[in-house]
Each structure stands twice: as C-alpha cells, then as structure tokens.
C-alpha cells in the first residue's frame, strides 16, 4: 500500500471537515461538537458499550521501542504463560463476565511462534465467543490459519505515522519496517478477520498532524476492507518500564475533542477507550462517542490469576539472565493503567448512565447456523 493516502493534495470533503473539526475551539464550540458526536452515536450504536478485557500471552520481545515497557533492552521480568496456563487467566475472565477478550503478545518469534497463538485460540473458542489478537503483524495465509482457529478480531496500532518518529522510536526488530506494518490491516482482512482495530500512540508526534494522518488511514481501510468492522483507538502514553516521557503531551480536553472528531466524520466506526485513561475522564466520555471499553485490565501475562510466576526469569538486551527471585509477585507490564475499577464496578457505573453493557456481541454459531430456504427468506 502506498503511504501517499496520508498526504493525499486533495483529501475528501469528510477529511477536510476532520482537519477543521481539529482546530481550536472556544467552550461553547466544543459543548457543540460535544452534543453532535453523542447523538450520533446512539444513531449508529444506541445506548450500548461493548466491554472486553486484554489477556497478555507473552511479554518477551526482540524489537527495541523507546516508548514501550515490553522493549528488547529493558532489564525486566519476562514470562510466555504455556496453553494452560492461557486457559486459566481466560476463564477467569469469564467468570467476570467477559465474553470478549483480546490476546496480546510482544514480537518474539522464539516463544510467540510454531502454532502458538493458533493452540491458544483453539483452546479458548469453545467457552470465549470473540476472540481478538494484538501481536506481531503476519502474512495472509497466517492470519487465515487464525482465523480458521476461532480468531474474529485483529488489533494492530501504526504506533506513529511520522516517518521520521517512526524510525527514532523503533531502532531494532522488524518492527522498524514501517511500511509491512502499515500494511497489516488489509492483510488481516484478506486473511478474513471481520473486525479490524487500528490506532495511533498519542504522545510521540504533534496530535493533530497524527490523527489526520489515522483519518486518512482509516478512510483508506474503509474503502478497500469494506466487509470489516472498524474500531479506533486513541492511547494516550502512560508509565512504563524504561520510563519515557512523552514527546508532546495530549489534554484531556484535546482528547475529548479529537474524540468527537472521529465520532462526527466516521458515525459508524467503532471508538475503544482502554484503562489507560482515568476513571473520571472514561465516565465523561461515555455519551459522547466511546463504543467499547476494557475493564479490570492487567497488561502483564499472568496477571489475573498468578498464572506462569514458576517461569518468571530477568532478561537484559534480549537476554535471559536468571531466574526470577522467590519473592517476585510477577511478570514485567506493557504500562501502568490508570482506572483500576473491576468489571462489575465500571459496568455499574455504564448503566447508571443509562447505557447497557454488553459482554457478548457475538457468537460462531451465527456462521454456522444452515442457510434458510428461499421460501422461509421470503416470509421473513
């Protein structure tokens, strides 16, 4: 895929709407914008928040990112939870409620590899309804044995669509090649995933030339994936392993307003909002375009249940020192959360809002129920 559909000379009417919509705006302007992006969203999604938790596999990874707690070169405590171990941490989830869960794993090619992710996926498809996955991009016919495996969702975040960023944040790995990167989503849905997450890292480039630059994409990915479901999401940078600071920083009223933003110029894409953000500030947001949320969340493997604690070892620029100390509580995280709400305390506080939160959306048994008649489609 070309990167020109990120500086194309003349965007289309919905783009340059989302540049102007990105201006500065006075309280009153974005009280507006505020109101149209809420009744917009209940158009297109009514009253409902889509809720999902992120199980993290694996924090081993072979790619050096400045900004991330999982990097190459950082001295933490790493573990890969074996299918047993996955199974445990995903049926605890269950008994939470969830019935969405995102699979998460850092690049590593010597654990994350050999059929991992695809045992993994066929250990859980029988008791989690939507299965999605956020690790290293892959070709096609990867994503198709994933797919084939029970796997319906694929997350993958550009990170950065600067260029020049791009190449200063990532400096080892294959994670440096921008373009196969880019590149992912639109072999994911050749692949044959039906929902498709894409998302930029707010923090590392200036936020108004970042989101254009995901408007862009995204409206590119609507065109030529026009079967898949399309969510976005916006994750603000938080404290990690390595302790990087962001470059420029995003206000919450800049978020909001990037929010509404996206909610206005693209009414039927799906917004996720994850635990990153504060409690206060998800609450407000809940009316004003979010669509699905994460709950309880825990960005280490084994982080629910204590689960692979007798594998932990310290690894140091790629390599695995020693075991972990007795005493180690557990593996290293991608980054710190900010809301610490369980399941049932952030669900609680959706309905007192007057919405409904929804933890199954989805089920396989919709693509294998037998096709109706010509007769019995004619009546219905």
């Given at each position: ?11 289309s009417?919905?783009?340059?709407r989302?540049?102007?919509l990105l201006e500065?705006k006075t309280?009153a302007?974005l009280g507006a914008?505020?109101?149209e992006?809420?009744a ?5 999604f ?6 999902f938790?992120p199980?993290y ?10 900004y991330c707690g ?5 001295a933490?405590?790493?573990v890969?939870?074996?299918v ?7 049926r605890?989830?269950?008994?939470e409620g969830?019935?969405n869960?995102?699979l998460?794993?850092?690049e ?6 050999n059929g991992y ?9 029988a ?9 290293a991009?892959?070709?096609?016919p990867?994503y198709a044995?994933l ?9 993958v975040y550009q990170?950065?669509y600067?260029?020049?960023i791009y ?7 294959p994670?440096k090649?921008y373009?196969?990167?880019v590149a992912?989503?639109?072999r994911a849905?050749?692949g044959g995933f039906?929902?498709?997450?894409v998302?930029a ?6 936020w108004?030339?970042e989101?254009q630059?995901?408007?862009?994409h995204l409206?590119?990915?609507?065109r030529?994936c026009?079967r ?9 940078l ?6 990087f ?7 919450d ?11 206005i110029?693209f ?6 909002l994850?635990t ?6 998800r609450?407000?947001l ?8 994460s709950a309880?969340?825990?960005?280490e493997p ?8 007798e594998?932990?070892h310290l690894t140091v620029r ?6 972990a100390?007795s005493?180690a ?8 959360i900010?809301?610490v709400r ?10 007192a809002q007057?919405?409904?939160p929804?933890?199954?959306d989805?089920d396989r048994?919709?693509?294998?129920a037998?096709?109706p008649?010509?007769?019995?489609a004619?009546v219905?």
């Amino acid at each position: 895929m070309s990167s020109a559909i990120f500086h194309s000379p003349a965007p289309s009417p919905a783009l340059r709407r989302f540049a102007a919509l990105l201006e500065p705006k006075t309280d009153a302007q974005l009280g507006a914008l505020a109101r149209e992006s809420a009744a917009l969203t209940q158009q297109h999604f009514g009253r409902t928040i889509r809720l999902f938790a992120p199980l993290y596999l694996s924090n081993e990874c072979i790619n050096n990112c400045a900004y991330c707690g999982f990097s190459r070169d950082n001295a933490i405590l790493r573990v890969t939870l074996d299918v047993e171990s996955v199974v445990k941490e995903a049926r605890h989830l269950a008994g939470e409620g969830f019935r969405n869960i995102l699979l998460v794993a850092g690049e590593h090619p010597k654990f994350v590899s050999n059929g991992y992710l695809e045992r993994c996926v066929r250990a859980l498809v029988a008791e989690i309804p939507s299965i999605s996955l956020e690790v290293a991009p892959m070709e096609t016919p990867e994503y198709a044995t994933l797919v084939a495996a029970g796997a319906e969702g694929l997350i993958v975040y550009q990170e950065t669509y600067d260029r020049e960023i791009y190449a200063a944040m990532h400096t080892a790995g294959p994670k440096k090649d921008y373009d196969w990167r880019v590149a992912c989503p639109e072999r994911a849905y050749a692949g044959g995933f039906r929902r498709i997450g894409v998302g930029a890292l707010l923090g590392l480039a200036e936020w108004r030339t970042e989101a254009q630059a995901l408007a862009a994409h995204l409206a590119h990915l609507l065109r030529a994936c026009w079967r898949a479901q399309f969510t976005v999401s916006l994750p603000r940078l938080r404290p990690c392993a390595g302790e990087f600071a962001p470059r420029h920083v995003v206000s919450d009223r800049e978020f909001i307003q990037l929010i509404c933003a996206l909610r206005i110029c693209f009414p039927q894409v799906g917004i996720v909002l994850s635990t990153r953000e504060p409690a206060g500030l998800r609450d407000a947001l809940l009316p004003l375009g979010v669509t699905t949320m994460s709950a309880g969340s825990h960005t280490e493997p084994g982080g629910y249940t204590g689960q692979g604690r007798e594998d932990l070892h310290l690894t140091v620029r790629g390599k695995a020192l020693a075991p972990a100390d007795s005493d180690a509580e557990g593996a290293t995280g991608q980054f710190e959360i900010s809301d610490v709400r369980t399941p049932k305390e952030v669900a609680e506080v959706i309905r007192a809002q007057g919405f409904e939160p929804v933890w199954k959306d989805w089920d396989r048994a919709i693509l294998d129920a037998p096709t109706p008649s010509p007769v019995i489609a004619a009546v219905a």
